[in-house]
């Protein structure tokens, strides 16, 4: 028994001291090609109602209950959601707009995580008309060492999620194109209606073609 208690000690001890060593910062940056000129991709970052079509970060784990801020549009706009099950990571994102129409940053707050994460999501229009989107996420981890041990072992799932995210959004944008151009392209039942319309008011009533049927009799 009391070899057990000391083996229990020396591995508490371990990984606290090793948390210690663990970076104080967790940075993670990507970056995607996307086939969509700036604007498009940009009305689709800025919309917190469609991130979850594509964003990945805040998707973690199977969201139960969702809420939107009155504007779900730009500057302030935020949207907080809660996991399924106690371990779920439930928080908040909040955009914070750059002055500049190329860049949209988002505050990260988790329900586990005192920290508050930035993310950046930077665009590059190219003259080829793709967009390159830089995705960048930051936040700065407490002395704690099971805070850095937390943030260590959400590495790999943070970055999974910031790749699929960005495909995700090009899958998004194009889907979003083509539904546009689909309804340019296809034609409308309005001037079929007007045409109706038309005969319609040519064609004169019964009453009126029976007389005269009547005078040419």
């Known amino acids: 028994m009391k070899r057990i208690l000391i083996g229990f000690i020396i591995a508490i001890t371990v990984f606290l001291a090793v948390g210690l060593l ?8 990507r ?3 996307l086939q969509e000129d700036r604007q498009h991709v940009f009305n689709l970052i800025q919309d917190l109602t469609r991130w979850k079509e594509w964003d990945g970060i805040s998707q973690i784990d199977s969201v139960i209950e969702e809420h939107f801020s009155d504007e779900s549009k730009g500057h302030g706009a935020h949207y907080a ?10 928080g908040k994102v909040t955009l914070d707009m750059a002055d500049d129409s190329n860049r949209i940053n988002a505050l990260f707050e988790f329900d586990k995580m005192k920290e508050v994460a930035l993310g950046t ?3 590059y229009p190219a003259e080829d008309g793709t967009t390159k989107v830089q995705y960048k996420f930051s936040v700065k981890v407490s002395k704690n060492p099971v805070a850095r041990w937390m943030a260590f072992l959400m590495r790999d799932k943070i970055e999974q999620k910031m790749n699929q995210g960005l495909m995700n959004l090009e ?3 194009m889907q979003d194109h083509a539904k546009e ?3 340019e392209t296809t034609p409308t039942e309005e001037p ?4 109706q319309d038309s005969l319609q008011e040519q064609t004169p009533p019964q009453d009126a073609q029976e007389d005269s049927l009547e005078n040419v009799v």
């Open 22 to 29: 663990l970076p104080d910062e967790m940075h993670i940056e």
């Open 31 to 33: 970056s995607m090609n």
């Open 81 to 90: 959601w809660k996991s399924k099950g106690k371990d779920g990571l439930s």
């Open 121 to 123: 999501l930077q665009l």
């Open 171 to 173: 899958r998004v944008a």
């Open 181 to 183: 151009q689909q309804a």
């Open 192 to 195: 079929l209606e007007m045409l």
